[in-house]
């Protein structure tokens, strides 16, 4: 089975600042890679799947980059709404999630 | 707008059964393959069952196969999750997904289930 390990699994940060979360594969994924935004209370949101592509109505701050086994998502300038716990998610060969990133405001 | 609106959950004793719903609208549901997701208490999240657009395939992780069974009615734009031989490590909030292309594309609210004597 492929395993899905995110880091780091929490991150404080300023508002503007530029953040980067990562998602390793135990094996190459082929780009069958998504990532979910959770804020507290709320079920998760879909924000990029294919690895970089933005999902509809998602603020342009957010990106995806990566391929084979290592992706990151990135947000360009940090806002207060974006406190959050991310998951990534492989689709490749079944459904696995990430262990997720707590995002919080230093 | 697409919503999808979970019902079923509840507190039930290890051992026995539950049945969950997932009432479909705003979109095409025979269209569309669809999901369960669960999130035990204060974890991640974990993927439980997929069924295909026609209903004619269904797939489970090795946690839940053979107790967990993944099921559609496409006239009523209703899904469902059987879930037989509950253990208390099957206590989590229950998530009905739409998939788009194998991405879970739009999630309901949820619906708890707690295995507990």
């Known amino acids: 089975d492929i395993q899905m390990t995110q880091s780091p699994s929490l991150l404080s940060a300023s508002v503007g600042d530029r953040v980067t979360l990562s998602c390793k594969a135990s094996q190459s994924i082929y780009n069958s890679l998504a990532w979910y935004q959770q804020k507290l209370g709320e079920a998760p949101k879909l924000l990029i799947y294919?690895?970089?592509s933005l999902q509809t109505g998602i603020p342009s701050r957010f990106s995806g980059s990566g391929s084979g086994t290592d992706y990151t998502l990135t947000i360009s300038s940090l806002q207060p709404e974006d406190v959050a716990t991310y998951f990534c998610?492989?689709?490749?060969?079944?459904?696995?999630f990430g262990g997720g990133t707590k995002l919080e405001l230093k | 707008e697409v919503q999808l609106v979970e019902t079923g959950g509840g507190l039930v004793q290890p051992g026995r059964s539950l049945k969950l719903s997932c009432v479909a609208s705003g979109f095409t549901f025979n269209n569309y393959w669809m999901s369960w997701t669960r999130q035990a208490p204060g974890k991640g999240l974990e993927w439980v069952a997929s069924?295909?657009?026609?209903?004619?395939?269904?797939y489970y992780p090795d946690s839940v196969k053979g107790r967990f069974t993944i099921s559609r009615d496409n006239a009523q734009n209703t899904l469902y999750l059987q879930m037989n031989s509950l253990r208390s490590e099957d206590t989590a909030t229950y998530y009905c997904t739409r998939m788009d292309y194998y991405v879970m594309d739009a999630w309901g609210q949820g619906a708890s289930v707690t295995v507990s004597s």
């Open positions: 294919d690895a970089n």
């Open positions: 998610q492989k689709y490749y060969s079944g459904w696995t």
């Open positions: 069924i295909t657009n026609s209903g004619g395939s269904t």
